[in-house]
């Protein structure tokens, strides 16, 4: 989907009180990636509400963010945890050519941080006397953090601990657990993805990549490939997409999305590096 020739805005919801602004220029980056550390997106807004702005000094909310095109329905870009450290309002310079004295632009900026509460605030200490399987573990750790929806796209080895010591942050344990076994874990949205979705289903919905839509694969090692595209906001970690080049075909799983640009200028794109 290009942004080139459509009309192209950001919605943000606030559902804790019921608060929702669009109509406003935005600048935006952001980046999701599979890891333990949490996602964040950076926006710019210009020109907000007064009253909008008091509000994101007040609490650290949790916000979702949506783009649309036109009138196309709306697509979830980001959902995080407002960053208070991070708020600030300030006004545009004017430049020095100006003969006239027009109103200066004033622009707000603020940090979103994914899942900031589940990945940041937890500690688990629990020492398992007894045998314990892998499972049990994730399953421990995923209620600690507070995680109501586990979703598993790969069998789970049946290997089982005879002493097993969780110290830390459970989110931790779970990450380093799995990446022992070779199996991929992200979390998104609250939802905690354990393993890579099935190619076969993915097949029947998924983005489609070629030399028509996107630059040249790059290699970035020798186990990873970047292609950079147009504004894709419903791409995420964990996705496939199917690649349609000279050098390089098939369907390759998603392991970091990043996108970057403004709804005026409407120049944006998205970099997803894939897996191989």
């Given amino acids: 989907m290009g942004t080139e020739n ?6 943000f919801k606030i559902p804790e009180i019921s608060l929702s602004f669009e109509g406003f220029d935005v600048d ?6 599979l890891g333990v550390f949490p996602d964040t997106a950076f926006f710019t807004v210009w020109n907000l509400d007064k009253n909008v702005y008091r ?9 979702n963010v949506y783009s649309r095109y036109s009138q196309n ?14 708020v600030s309002s300030q006004i545009a310079e004017l430049p020095l050519e100006c003969e006239s004295e027009p109103t200066p ?17 937890k500690l688990i200490n629990i020492n398992y006397q007894k045998p314990v399987s892998i499972s049990q573990i994730i399953q421990d750790c995923s209620d600690l953090i507070g995680i109501d929806n586990v979703i598993v796209t790969t069998e789970l080895p049946e290997k089982v601990y005879t ?7 459970p989110h931790r344990i779970i990450y380093d657990i799995c990446a022992s076994l070779g199996i991929r874990v992200n979390m998104q949205d609250g939802v905690l993805y354990i393993g890579s979705p099935n ?36 791409i995420c970690p964990n996705d496939f997409v199917k690649c349609d080049f000279r050098e390089l075909q098939g369907l390759y799983p998603v392991i970091k ?9 409407r120049v944006c794109n998205t970099k997803i590096k894939i897996g191989i």
């Avoid at 509000?55 to 916000?63: D, E, I, N, T």
């Avoid at 190619?199 to 186990?223: C, D, G, K, R, W």
Wanted: aromatic share 16%; charged share 20%; proline share 2%.
């Fill in 163 to 169: 002493n097993f010591k969780a110290l830390g942050k």
């Fill in 28 to 33: 935006f980056a952001y980046t999701k990636s």
């Fill in 105 to 121: 632009d004033s622009y707000v900026r603020f940090k979103l941080i994914n899942s900031k509460e589940l990945l940041t605030n």
């Fill in 199 to 234: 190619e076969a289903l993915s097949s029947f919905n998924v983005l489609e990549l070629n030399n028509i839509n996107s630059s040249e694969p790059e290699y970035q090692t020798a186990n990873e490939i970047l292609l950079i595209t147009d504004f894709y906001p419903q």
């Fill in 257 to 265: 999305v990043s996108s970057v640009g403004d709804t005026y200028s």
């Fill in 55 to 63: 509000h994101l000094l007040q609490k650290s909310y949790f916000v």
């Fill in 73 to 86: 329905e709306e697509i979830l870009v980001f959902s995080g945890y407002i960053d208070l450290n991070s």
């Fill in 6 to 11: 459509l009309k192209f805005s950001f919605i």
